[in-house]
């Protein structure tokens, strides 16, 4: 079966483990893809510098992290929704908290999904599952 | 009776009448019958020939054929009388005397009838009938029955005769006046009393010189005040007037006085006088210290006494011994002792009662007389009472003796005084009657003319049984009134008499006693029938008196009195009831007093000379005020030519001297107006050319009376030159053309030389023919008024000027320079003055900035140095902020510094003016000239007004730099201010955002890796170590819940309010069933009272609840149910008070204070969780709406949390309110 990548765009490994174990927890068995900051996340996207040799598929669904250092996720963001190449990814913004503005925004950009990441690992474990659930699984990716 | 007497008057007429009487018998039988006296005829045989119907009635004959008999017959059944009683033989009756040529009238003779008894009286005329021959052919006799009337003057007599013997006998003087108060009739007693013999009195009046009369209390008695003139004069009774007389033998007497008017017509006034000098002597004794000792000696004046009847003993009490009048203790007391003490009238009548109260057993009660050794007697009373034994048998009298004799005195006093009065009442020749209450009758006396026959019979009878009903109830009315008021009544009415027809009556009606009345009553028929006669003529003169207004009046000249009409009574306001005035009193009383004189030697010269008598003069009437009359009188002279009378006639002409005075005063008015109003008069002839100039006329000129000459050329000359000829022009047009009235303003040279200003006025008088004759016309100095004007005009034209400038200064562009110069022009132009200097002085940096004009142009000169201080110092004008005035700089007034350098620029007078405000002087203005010269104070006023106005506009410009500046300066700080706060906040908001997720991010990673080491080592994990697991993740939850209520609270302070109408009863309901679904298993009873609408913003107010309902939820955990109540406690200061209560824990209220804090808890977080925000939540959302909240509760029964929050929108907001709500 060949399953399409999901995108992990995480500045924090502790994070990233966390995601990771909880698509695992859901069965995901898609191959995860991370990116450290936005930079490498846009690298990823656009095949360049390290990921120049990564396959053409496009990743199913992008996990965001807001809060990056160097390129941070809104900015990611703006840049995917502009490009008419990759705007059809769906993106879920996932942040430790819920700024209203960052969410205004993140919607303005065309954000598919915006999921505060829980303290509670249960919680996050629903969070990610719910979001990785339907993108990654249920949507058709787009042709 | 009456009608027979005109008949017999005349007996020459009558022999006429019996001539032709014997001529015609059938004439002669017809008028004998028609005649009521007896009239018989006889031949000279003395036979009856004719005799008519009355002579039988006369004779008592039943008919008439019995008297035809000759007088021979009479002797046998007739005795006739002379008046004296003796027997008249027949030769001396009427016909035989007739017979003999006797000629009698008013013989009279008694009659007696031997047959029947009857007895009359007759009075006779007879004379014989002579034949031509002048032979006695027979007689005629007329007799007329005077029976009734003698028998009526002889009752008269007898009454005379007794009123005179009572008149003499009453125990009071007694003294008659006429209503001149002439005394006409007095008793002897009061020529005793009055210490004035016999004749003498009746020659004095009443109230005379002679007699000084003084009151009780010793002053004078004025004359007003004696009894017998006010008796007069008030128609009316004056009784017992004490008073004290010193008569003119110089007695002095003590009288009591009574007077009452006489209802007599011609008499006035009765007095009575009664000697009481004695008493009087006796009432002064007694008033003294006597008075005391009197009365003791009354009480002691009692005694007691016992008697035993048995044995007869008596005992006296030590008193009984004096009031017997025998020595203490002289005898044995006994029964017979005291009779022997007794007055020989009374014993026999005091042992009769006393055996009778013995025998009876009865009370005892007696009073007697004892005569005194010294001649006199006392009266004694003595009470007793019986004592009985056992049987009842009386066996001993005890009793009381006292002395009476003042009681008895007084008694006899009273009798006395009574049968007195009732023979004054029986003296009083009218009709007396006493009526009781009921009206009847209990006594009369009746008048001595009384036609009341039937009077006699009336004693006991009730006077409606016998007068008809309306006289009977007048009668009752009257005699109720007269009760009823206690005083006499009178009254006049009418009755019909029998045979006499309706008479008047007046009635004098008096209380004579609780319930009776005396009435005295008088036949006023024939006095009312001659006053209605009289009445009659009087009015119609009267009638046209009054419509004259004239009165008249007759001075008689004998007694120096006066009669006057009734209409002259009107004329002085008097009353015509009065007598007229003497004429003395009329002098004193009714002429004013300012005319009083006048009229006396004016009437005295007519009187003299015997003139007629004329004046216009004032009276003063009663009431005071003054009239004025006009009098005109002549004289009327005796055949001697003597003055009798003078008669004349008074017109009021009050009226027509007023309009006289009226008249008089307003031309007086009109005279003093004129001086007043300092008016000049001239008076122009225009055919003479001579003018009459008033000497106000000259005065306006400065001219004394004597300095100006009567004609046309003076005023000519003194008219200025350039108002002549208009002068002249106008007055040449208004004599060609008089319309209106000349009127003209001119100049006229006043003596001092100077020009006043005349107004001066006129109109024109004309000849018959229309043609101007003479011009008047008045002068009034308007100098001073143009001159005001003038000043008026000037001032006005200055204000105007003042507001130009003042405009234009506005209008200089606002800086200093512009204003300066804009003024400076201004004063130039205005002032002629050259030049104009301002210098603006700042004292901060010591400089000063001069401003040069002249009428070339200007000159700025910046950055002087201000003027040496000294030379400050010495302008004085400008350190007191006043105008300075210099003529002439080289002299020494003003300012020398000044002076010297303003000579040194040309300047040789100046005027300087501070700009000045009351807090300092800014600068100085400086108006020269380079010459010396008068400056006008107009000039200086004008300079230091502008040097005022520049002063405000200076000010104004200076005052808006500032302002400016100032807001540059504030603007300037407010965007600094915006800048750093906007940095602050960015700064705290990255923060904040940092914190948000940086904070939670290690939280996060905790749990999540306890989770999955959880499940990692799975069931490899000891149960400790699973506790430590869950510890952690416990603890790192709690930490994430800190963080989220901290940021929550920080971002209340920063987001925007959007306040709205809010309901709050559905969002309690939502917020409580979102917490029961938090909390499932808990049973909380929900209690919402009806909320107030409030104004607030939604969201926040929302988190409100949530924190309050929580909370309230959260510490009543322990109850079950919990109870929980969210309501409003009333209004605070137009907010609504709202509450949310709880059953819970509750609190310490000591802590109460700190309930509000950030991570502020009162209960421990293992009992409680939470952070400890959530009130601090609450309480800064309430605070932002303006409301407070706090707190009440105590530890284990509940809390409440109170908060206010508005009920009428914000007042910014509330437009926006109003809209949304219509929109919704």
Same mark, same amino acid.
């Given at each position: 079966m060949n399953l399409r990548r999901i995108l992990l765009v995480e500045d924090s490994d502790r994070d990233a483990e966390l995601t990771v174990e909880a698509l695992a927890e859901y069965q995901l068995l898609n191959r995860i893809e991370r990116a450290r900051d936005g930079a490498e996340a846009l690298d990823y996207l656009y095949r360049q510098g390290a990921f120049a040799q990564r396959p053409e598929e496009n990743p199913a669904v992008i996990l965001l992290d807001l809060k990056m250092p160097k390129v941070d996720g809104m900015e990611v963001l703006r840049r995917v929704k502009a490009d008419p190449q990759l705007k059809a990814i769906p993106v879920v913004m996932m942040t430790s908290s819920r700024e209203e503005r960052d969410l205004a925004r993140s919607y303005d950009l065309g954000v598919n999904a915006y999921v505060v990441k829980p303290v509670e690992f249960k919680e996050f474990i629903d969070a990610i599952r719910q979001v990785g659930a339907f993108w990654a699984l249920v949507n058709e990716p787009p042709p | ?697 000259? +005065?306006?000129? %400065?001219?004394? =009376?004597?300095?100006? &000459?009567?004609?046309?050329? !003076?005023?000519?000359? #003194?008219?200025? /030159? ?120 700042? +004292?901060?940096? %010591?400089?000063? =900035?001069?401003?040069? &004009?002249?009428?070339?142009? !200007?000159?700025?000169? #910046?950055?002087? /140095? ?108 407010v965007v600094e201010r915006t800048a750093q706060l906007e940095a602050v906040n960015r700064e705290l908001e990255a923060f904040s955002y940092s914190v948000s997720h940086d904070l939670r991010a290690p939280l996060r990673h905790v749990h999540g890796y306890v989770d999955l080491l959880a499940r990692e080592a799975g069931e490899g994990l000891?149960?400790?170590a699973r506790?430590y697991l869950a510890t952690i993740s416990a603890a790192s939850r709690e930490m994430a819940t800190l963080i989220d209520d901290l940021l929550a609270f920080s971002r209340l302070g920063k987001t925007e309010m959007h306040e709205a109408?809010l309901?709050?009863?559905p969002l309690?309901?939502e917020v409580?069933r979102s917490l029961e679904q938090a909390h499932p ?15 607030g913003d939604p969201a926040l107010l929302r988190q409100v609840l949530i924190n309050?309902?929580g ?47 950030v991570f ?9 969780e939470g952070t400890g925000i959530g009130?601090a939540i609450?309480?800064r959302v309430?605070?932002r ?28 907001a509330?437009?926006a309110?109003?809209e949304q709500?219509?929109s919704i």
């Open positions: - | 009776m009456r009608r027979a007497a005109g008949i017999v008057q005349d007996i020459t007429e009558r022999k006429a009448a019996m001539d032709e009487v014997l001529a015609g018998r059938a004439r002669l039988e017809a008028a004998l019958a028609s005649m009521s006296d007896a009239v018989f005829i006889s031949d000279n045989e003395g036979r009856f020939t004719h005799f008519n119907e009355a002579f039988a009635t006369f004779h008592r004959y039943p008919d008439k054929e019995a008297c035809a008999r000759t007088l021979a017959e009479y002797p046998a059944f007739l005795d006739v009388f002379f008046p004296n009683g003796e027997l008249a033989p027949l030769d001396q009756w009427a016909v035989p005397r007739a017979l003999r040529g006797e000629v009698v009238t008013n013989a009279e003779y008694t009659l007696h009838r031997k047959d029947t008894g009857d007895r009359w009286v007759g009075s006779y005329n007879f004379a014989p009938i002579r034949n031509a021959e002048g032979q006695i052919m027979g007689s005629v006799v007329v007799g007329r029955d005077v029976t009734e009337r003698k028998r009526l003057e002889a009752e008269r007599e007898t009454a005379l005769a007794k009123y005179r013997t009572l008149f003499e006998c009453f125990p009071l003087g007694i003294t008659v006046a006429d209503r001149e108060g002439q005394i006409v009739e007095t008793n002897r007693l009061a020529e005793e009393i009055l210490a004035l013999p016999g004749g003498e009195l009746r020659t004095r009046k009443l109230g005379g010189a002679e007699w000084q009369i003084f009151r009780a209390d010793g002053a004078p008695m004025p004359p007003e005040e004696y009894p017998s003139l006010r008796a007069l004069r008030e128609q009316a009774l004056v009784a017992n007037v004490e008073m004290r007389v010193l008569t003119p033998r110089s007695e002095s007497k003590w009288l009591s006085v009574t007077a009452a008017p006489l209802p007599f017509d011609g008499y006035g006034v009765v007095v009575t006088y009664a000697d009481i000098t004695a008493n009087k002597r006796d009432q002064q004794a007694l008033q003294s210290s006597e008075e005391r000792r009197a009365l003791a000696l009354d009480a002691a004046r009692a005694g007691t006494w016992e008697w035993e009847l048995a044995t007869g003993r008596n005992v006296w009490s030590d008193e009984l011994w004096g009031l017997y009048g025998l020595p203490l203790r002289s005898c044995e007391p006994s029964y017979a002792a005291w009779r022997r003490t007794v007055h020989p009238d009374d014993v026999n009548r005091l042992e009769k009662a006393l055996q009778e109260v013995v025998r009876d057993g009865g009370e005892l009660a007696l009073e007697w007389r004892v005569s005194e050794p010294s001649g006199g007697t006392r009266w004694l009373m003595s009470r007793g009472r019986p004592h009985r034994d056992e049987g009842g048998q009386v066996v001993r009298y005890a009793g009381v003796v006292i002395d009476i004799t003042d009681r008895k005195q007084a008694e006899v006093r009273l009798r006395e005084s009574e049968a007195r009065a009732q023979a004054m009442l029986r003296a009083i020749p009218d009709m007396i009657f006493r009526l009781d209450r009921k009206g009847v009758f209990l006594d009369y006396k009746a008048d001595i003319k009384d036609l009341h026959e039937q009077a006699r019979s009336v004693v006991g009878r009730r006077n409606r049984d016998i007068s008809p009903p309306a006289f009977a109830s007048l009668i009752e009315r009257k005699i109720e009134a007269t009760l009823a008021a206690g005083q006499m009544q009178t009254f006049e009415y009418k009755l019909s008499v029998p045979e006499a027809g309706e008479l008047d009556f007046e009635a004098r009606m008096a209380p004579s006693g609780p319930d009776e009345v005396i009435a005295i009553v008088r036949n006023i028929t024939e006095r009312r029938r001659v006053e209605a006669e009289l009445l009659r003529t009087r009015n119609t003169l009267l009638e046209a008196q009054r419509i004259a207004r004239l009165g008249s009046f007759e001075y008689i000249a004998a007694t120096q009195t006066t009669v006057w009409s009734e209409e002259e009574y009107r004329i002085y306001g008097l009353d015509p009831a009065k007598p007229s005035p003497t004429y003395e009193v009329m002098l004193a009383k009714c002429i004013h007093p300012d005319d009083e004189a006048l009229l006396h030697q004016t009437f005295m010269k007519a009187v003299e000379r015997l003139t007629v008598y004329e004046l216009e003069h004032r009276i003063v009437r009663p009431d005071g005020s003054v009239r004025w009359v006009h009098d005109r009188a002549q004289p009327y002279l005796d055949s001697q030519g003597r003055l009798v009378r003078y008669v004349g006639t008074t017109l009021d002409i009050t009226e027509r001297k007023q309009a006289e005075e009226r008249l008089q005063e307003s031309e007086s008015r009109l005279r003093l107006a004129i001086q007043a109003a300092n008016i000049g008069l001239w008076d122009w002839d225009l055919l003479s050319n001579a003018v009459y100039y008033s000497p106000e006329w000259k +005065r306006q000129l %400065g001219y004394g =009376e004597e300095e100006i &000459a009567h004609n046309f050329q !003076e005023w000519q000359d #003194r008219v200025h /030159p350039q108002d002549l000829d208009t002068a002249l022009r106008r007055i040449q047009a208004f004599l060609a053309k008089p319309v209106g009235r000349h009127e003209v303003e001119l100049r006229m040279r006043h003596k001092d030389g100077s020009y006043r200003w005349i107004y001066s006025a006129a109109d024109v008088l004309r000849d018959p023919t229309g043609r101007p004759v003479r011009m008047l016309g008045c002068h009034l100095d308007v100098t001073e008024r143009k001159r005001a004007m003038e000043v008026l005009r000037r001032q006005a034209e200055r204000l105007q000027w003042l507001y130009g400038l003042s405009r234009a200064m506005v209008q200089a562009g606002g800086t200093v320079e512009g204003t300066v110069m804009v003024a400076m022009r201004h004063l130039i132009a205005m002032l002629k003055c050259q030049p104009a200097i301002v210098g603006v002085f700042d +004292r901060e940096d %010591g400089q000063a =900035e001069l401003y040069v &004009a002249n009428g070339e142009g !200007e000159t700025i000169i #910046r950055n002087v /140095p201000l003027p040496p201080k000294e030379a400050l110092a010495e302008w004085e004008g400008l350190r007191q902020a006043r105008v300075e005035i210099v003529e002439d700089t080289n002299s020494p007034v003003g300012p020398q510094r000044l002076a010297h350098m303003l000579r040194a620029q040309g300047l040789r007078s100046y005027v300087g003016a501070p700009l000045a405000t009351h807090q300092r002087v800014a600068g100085a203005l400086l108006v020269g000239w380079p010459e010396p010269r008068a400056i006008p104070a107009e000039e200086a006023e004008i300079a230091g007004e502008v040097a005022g106005q520049m002063t405000v506009a200076l000010e104004q410009i200076r005052l808006l730099q500032e302002a400016t500046q100032h807001a540059q300066t504030l603007e300037r700080r000891t149960e400790k506790r109408a309901d709050l009863p309690v309901a409580s298993g808990r049973r909380i009873s929900w209690r919402v009272s009806p909320l107030p609408r409030v104004y309050l309902l909370n309230a939820v959260k510490y009543s955990g322990p109850r079950d149910p919990a109870e929980i109540e969210v309501g409003c406690a009333g209004m605070e200061a137009e907010r609504a008070v709202l509450f949310v209560r709880d059953n819970g824990v509750g609190f310490d209220p000591a802590y109460a204070h700190k309930l509000f804090r502020q808890r009162l209960h421990r977080a293992d009992e409680f009130l609450v309480q309430v605070a709406h303006g409301g407070r909240t706090w707190a009440e509760g105590a530890l284990g029964s509940g809390a409440t949390f109170y908060f206010t929050l508005a009920t009428t929108p914000p007042a910014s509330a437009g309110v109003a709500e219509t």
